[in-house]
């Protein structure tokens, strides 16, 4: 009898465990939840397509400075990849071999600390020798730390003088590597042929970087991206553009920035690029339109999440059966992705749906699983 008691008291305690389980569980929210994971975060930002032909394009320099040479004439057919037009290099040319000069001396030096590091090797068998008499009581004791004081500031005084001057080493090839790349924008090539329409700048002129030097109209096909003002700053030539054009589905074609053109439509707050298309030429029909994502930057093995998980500069995180609103750092943005800099790690699960009816700490479940 007292044995079928306990049976039906632990029935009853189990039929409420249940009951609380399934309540609880009835109470939480589905949600969908991704892992974070590493991959490449790409700045990228969004552009609008039209491959266009019958077009008139501006020949703009990226380099400011006087006008050297120009083989630019009105109603003068250019062929594309043709020099056009030069900017005077010789400051940049005087500055790079400044430079050029600063890096060989410094560079001497760096050489000479390997003649020191031996100096400093010969103080670090003197400074044992001096130890060995100290340990053997053949030496005072004020001497030996007058030694080992003297040693440690040669020592020290070595090692941030071949971190300085390495640093600077660094500073001036990253000047010359800028002064090269700004040299090499001296000379405008004509990005396609065309028929040259009108001459703004003329040799003996100075201009400014980004001032228009002519326009020239083209029968070329060409491929065009507007890009809205707020996303336009950090966009330049040789930069990896991934196009979708609407007529073929969602196959992607990459190219490059090929233009940057130096004016904006003011009414429409967008500016213009010239993309080069690694296409079948076939493809490109005059009147097509798409979008294209522009890589301004990208990150490698960056911790990385979907865009829409994130809340401003939270996201919640999923510890247990809660979703926890925990703070990120965000990195660069892409179009679908971001970079997450501080705040989560990997391996961790965030929620990336219905987060607007979550609360920190909610109860959760994730759906299809």
Known sequence: ??????????????????????????????????????????DAVPAIVQVRSDYTFTLSSEEGGRVERSSLKLGALIEQDALVLEIDPSDLEIEATILQADITNLTARLELKSAEADALQKQQEDLKNFERLYAAGNYPELEIQRKRRA?????????????????????????????????????????????????????GELVRSGTALAEVFSQAIVVEAKVNEENFSGITTGQTVNVRLLTYGNQL?????????????????????????EIDPKLLIPGLSGEASIIRRKVANALVIPSRALMGDYVFKVIGNEAILTPVKIGVRGLNHVEIKEGLSEGDVIITDDMGSLKDGDLIRIKNK
Do not use: C, H
Request: aromatic share 8%; no cysteine; hydrophobic share 40%.
């Open 253 to 277: 074609f990459t190219g490059t920035i090929s233009q940057v053109l130096p004016t904006a439509d003011k009414a429409k707050q967008q500016y213009t690029v010239l993309i080069e298309l």
């Open 1 to 42: 009898m007292r044995s079928s008691k306990l049976l039906y008291l632990f029935l009853i305690i189990a039929g409420i465990v249940v009951v609380l389980l399934t309540t609880r569980r009835s109470l939480s929210l589905a949600v969908e939840a991704e892992t974070v994971t590493r991959a490449n975060a790409l």
């Open 151 to 203: 040693y440690k500031v040669f020592e020290e005084r070595q090692e941030l003088d071949r971190l300085n001057e390495a640093q600077q080493l660094q500073n001036l090839q990253n000047k010359l590597q800028l002064i090269e790349r700004r040299l090499e924008k001296t000379k405008i090539y004509a990005p396609t042929s065309g028929i040259v329409t009108t001459i703004y700048a003329y040799p």
